[in-house]
């Protein structure tokens, strides 16, 4: 299982929001580069980067997210706000895979077009909800879209990459969502990499139990109640 330390970039630092609340943000850092290094010295095996200004359409931290990517050697995600074709494939130039949420459940003829010209492999689905219903545009809106079934739609459509995280969960150290991630890695040929929750070592031993191929640490990494090496040995 991949152990893969989140960093959300806010006005160009390193923060976590709780249950996804800009105004219930918490800085962390003012270094992003120095921050990235620092996990891949750790033994991260990926790094999940959020753009959170791009998510909620008030900025972007690409300029940013670049200057990361030139600095470390290990695969890295990105995510927020990839909503158009040519920003998708402009963070694929850098970037190992790009991690797209709202742009999946508005526009499937783009999405259908991406995974043709990348691959699957290139492109993470975020099926980001709150208890089972599918939420978009930096979690602000909901859809009425089943979370299963989501996943079920694409998976048929050839992908097999997705980022699962219960909003009700995410900085919350609660604890992952474990039944929905259960029914998610049950289904046939998915990479599940859980999110939210996480709160020390046993968490991380619940979600491989579970079958998901990563898990996103956040802010049990970042406050100390989690170690990437510590994870690693799980």
Known sequence: MKIIP??????????????GDPKQKTVYSDNPVEIAKKWEANGADM???????A??????????????LEKISIPVEV???????????????VSSRVVIGTLAFKDKELLKKLLLSLGPEKIVIAVDHKDGEIVIH?????????????IKEFL???????????VNRDGTLDGPDLEF????CNLEKTNVIA???????????????KNAFGVILGKALYENKISIEAAKKV
């Open 138 to 150: 930096g979690w602000q809106d909901r859809t009425g879209i089943k979370l299963i079934e989501s």
């Open 79 to 93: 995510a927020g706000g990839l909503r158009d074709e040519s920003l998708i494939l402009d963070v694929l130039k």
């Open 181 to 184: 991630l259960e029914q998610a």
């Open 47 to 53: 790094l999940h980067i959020v753009d959170l200004d």
């Open 156 to 166: 048929e459509m050839g992908f097999t990459e997705f980022l699962l995280t219960n």
């Open 6 to 19: 989140a960093i959300d970039l806010m006005d160009g630092q390193v923060v976590r929001l709780y249950k």
């Open 55 to 68: 998510t909620l359409g008030i900025g972007s931290n690409l300029s940013i997210i670049k200057k990361i």
């Open 195 to 209: 999110s939210g929750g996480i709160s020390n070592v046993d968490d991380v031993k619940d979600v491989k139990g």
